[in-house]
């Protein structure tokens, strides 16, 4: 069955740094585009992070410059690299995989950032 399972959230500091991935299964990852999404408490699910089957990337404004997707399709893992995070990135973060009308997502995995 697919699985999309996210791992690597926590509590950093402000200014700091974290990765998270998601390990893929159960569909061809190759051929899907991934994308990373957030919600805050008492907020909608935002679009982070977007890259496709073929390498492209786009990112919401307000990670621009900061956050990194990128994914290793020999892995099945698609990862987030997050740099100068500040406190309004505190989320939960889920793994989003979307081809034709197939989407599915993963259960998510918090992100905190408090000093």
């Known amino acids: 069955q697919v699985q999309l399972v996210e791992s690597g959230g926590g509590l950093v500091q402000p200014g700091g740094s974290l990765s998270v991935s998601c390990a893929a299964s159960?569909?061809?990852?190759?051929?899907?585009?991934m994308s990373w999404y957030r919600q805050a408490p008492g907020k909608e699910r935002e679009l982070v992070a977007t890259i496709t089957h073929g390498g492209i990337r786009n990112y919401a404004d307000s990670v621009k410059g900061r956050f990194t997707i990128s994914r290793d399709n020999a892995k099945n893992t698609v990862y987030l690299q997050m740099n100068s995070l500040k406190p309004e990135d505190t989320a939960a973060y889920y793994c989003?995989?979307?081809?034709?009308?197939?989407?599915?997502w993963g259960q998510g995995t918090q992100v905190t950032v408090s000093s």
């Open positions: 989003h995989a979307r081809k034709d009308r197939y989407d599915y």
């Open positions: 159960g569909f061809t990852f190759s051929t899907y585009g």
